[in-house]
């Protein structure tokens, strides 16, 4: 899944897609153990895309980031981002 399509959908959306990937990560999970899984990568997939889809909907969730004040303050808070 694109993030330039996750970030189109609403919050609803998402939370949809969210638990399709769900049930089928579990299924997938079945069919491993079971010895039935044939596309080994596709769990891998599936729960990078739960992980995006959960990471945009909380951002979607939490509201727009606040801008700093002036540019100074900018790239203090840059250079702090990229330290941790």
Do not use: C, W, Y
Request: aromatic share 2%; charged share 35%; hydrophobic share 35%.
């Amino acid at each position: 899944m694109k993030p330039a399509d996750i970030t189109a959908m609403t919050i609803d959306q998402i939370d949809d897609e969210v638990l399709k990937l769900k049930k089928e990560h579990f299924n997938l999970r079945f069919q491993r153990a079971s010895g039935q899984l044939e596309n080994t990568a596709r769990v891998r997939e599936v729960r990078r895309d739960i992980a995006r889809l959960k990471t945009v909907a909380q951002s979607k969730r939490s509201g727009p980031a606040k801008a700093p004040a002036n540019k100074a303050a900018a790239k203090r808070a840059t250079k702090r981002a990229t330290k941790s």
